[in-house]
């Protein structure tokens, strides 16, 4: 059976990371750092620490990666695929705004029908000081489309009912003020290429629109549960060139404890034969009677991949790399309140876009000494790639 994590297996990333401890004087990091670091673009780790090592900038990468909240409030975001882990129900999400002017302007409609503008909600007559809330709408012309690709049935189980449309790319984060979500794709950033990004969000509209059927996958609500609790990943294989069928590899993913303090020369484990979940939870395909275990392949076909397309095979890679970091660092089973003020904190950090080209050492800036002085007050041996 193929490997569910081939990137733990190179020598060159294991040497890589041994290298990069050396530089830094790390030895131990967080495990959902640990996690990215050992999953991300190889390519991206080795241009960063031959950047250090030729330009000796090892003191600039002092700072953030060693604080947990970074690592812990991506996977934290990523994890709202799961609406009993938000709170929130799978048809919509309410996100609490401090008052504003009452909006005047009717809501455009997107390429796909979504409203880029909140319907407010009736808040039952208080207009003082208490915060107003807001109903997201889906966008029911996309998830129609999707279920009609889908013919309406779970693409792993085949099950009939209950299904739901769901999305890779979660909707609560696309729903997230700008700013968090930059922190989010800027987080990232740090372990995959600019490249990579690129592709990721362009999938979705310049990463503001989630509702588009290329995010869309029809589940039954057993399967979305799993998936969004990082215990199952679909792993993306190929897309015909006329784009009508699409083939994915279904895998389970283990359960891991997250710490605090992981060693980070030492390579984690994935195993590539699990037949359940965690806790035993199976999954059969309804077609067949037979039970579906890690490395099953799943094909996805549109008899119209214009009208209808298929999922987004970045989005479905995206889905990949960050369900296999989650499962991996154990953040999935962290209780909410726990990570509370993870994500919200990324916006107290300036994070900068990473050059791709080998950078001349520029003067310090008032950005990268805030990072300096809030990674001296977090710890006192944290690491970060962040460029002064």
Not at 287 to 296: A, E, K, V
């Amino acid at each position: 059976m193929a490997s569910i994590a081939p990137e733990l297996l190179s020598e060159e990333r294991a040497h890589l990371i041994q290298r990069l401890s050396k530089g830094t004087g790390v030895k131990y990091v967080d495990s959902a750092t640990h996690a990215l670091l050992w999953l991300g673009d190889l390519d991206r780790l080795r241009w960063k620490v031959h950047t250090m090592e030729e330009s000796d900038l090892w003191s600039e990468a002092i700072g953030n990666l060693k604080n947990p909240a970074l690592s812990r409030g991506a996977v934290k975001a990523w994890l709202a695929h799961s609406g009993k882990r938000t709170g929130q129900t799978a048809e919509s999400i309410e996100l609490t705004k401090e008052p504003t002017k009452e909006p005047t302007e009717e809501p455009t409609k997107g390429a796909a029908g979504s409203s880029k503008i909140p319907q407010k909600r009736k808040s039952g007559g208080d207009s003082s000081g208490s915060p107003s809330k807001f109903r997201l709408k889906r966008s029911i012309p996309a998830k129609e489309i999707a279920r009609e690709r889908d013919n309406g049935r779970c693409i792993v189980t085949k099950m009939g009912e209950p299904i739901q449309v769901y999305h890779i790319y979660p909707f609560a984060l696309g729903k997230k003020a700008e700013s968090q979500r930059e922190d989010f794709w800027l987080l990232l950033s740090i372990f995959w290429s600019s490249k990579t990004i690129a592709k990721w969000k362009k999938e979705l509209m310049g990463g503001e629109n989630p509702e588009v059927p290329q995010n869309l996958l029809c589940l039954s609500s057993i399967v979305h549960d799993l998936w969004g609790s990082a215990r199952l990943a679909f792993k993306p294989i190929k897309i015909s060139k006329d784009k009508t069928s699409l083939t994915m590899q279904f895998w389970w993913l283990p359960h891991r404890e997250y710490s605090d303090r992981v060693a980070l020369q030492v390579a984690p484990s994935l195993p590539s034969n699990l037949k359940a979940s965690p806790l035993n939870a199976k999954l059969w395909d309804c077609d067949t009677d037979q039970p579906i275990y890690s490395g099953q392949l799943i094909t996805m076909t549109t008899h119209d991949p214009v009208a209808m397309p298929l999922p987004s095979l970045d989005l479905l890679h995206m889905q990949w790399m960050l369900n296999r970091v989650a499962a991996m660092s154990g953040a999935a089973d962290v209780m909410d309140e726990d990570f509370e003020d993870d994500l919200e904190g990324l916006g107290d950090l300036v994070l900068e876009p990473l050059s791709l080209e080998l950078p001349e050492r520029p003067p310090r800036s008032r950005e990268s000494s805030k990072i300096r002085e809030f990674a001296e007050e977090t710890s006192d041996d944290a690491f970060a790639f962040i460029d002064a």
